[in-house]
């Protein structure tokens, strides 16, 4: 298996979505697509494939920031979401689309990267701190209907 990354494009947008999905399953459908034509045109978005041969198995998206929670530079490389197909997991895919984000970031001016996960996915959490991300803080969002 030789693993290459890519850049997604407009001929990726279904694929794109599918990944997508992988990520943020309860998402609704209209919110996942509304911006994919936009931040496929932003500099400051980056969105990378990772490929067995020419089939994609692997996403990423990564975001130029302002802020990030335990950062104190300015812009901060923000990991907004990954994804690696079941079959593929456990073999440093993750890793390797993070290290390519990672050198986008360098590459525009950043000197730390930031991420997130929920608190209960210990899976993400595991992977995050086995490629040298550090916790930095836990957060708990509220909300209440009017």
Request: proline share 3%; net charge negative.
């Amino acid at each position: 298996m030789e693993i290459t990354i890519r850049r997604v494009t407009q001929e990726d947008k279904a694929e794109w979505f599918r990944m997508r999905k992988g990520i943020w399953p309860d998402v609704p459908d209209h919110y996942m697509t509304f911006d994919m034509d936009a931040l496929l045109a932003d500099d400051n978005y980056l969105v990378i494939f990772g490929c067995d041969g020419d089939r994609p198995i692997g996403l990423t998206e990564a975001r130029l920031r302002d802020y990030a929670e335990g950062c104190s530079t300015s812009p901060v490389g923000y990991i907004e979401g990954w994804y690696v197909q079941d079959e593929y997991r456990g073999k440093r895919i993750a890793g390797m689309m993070t290290q390519a984000a990672e050198e986008w970031m360098r590459a525009n001016g950043c000197t730390e990267a930031a991420s997130d996960t929920w608190l209960d996915n210990e899976p993400s959490i595991r992977a995050h701190l086995n490629m040298g991300y550090n916790e930095v803080e836990r957060l708990i969002h509220f909300m209440k209907k009017l």
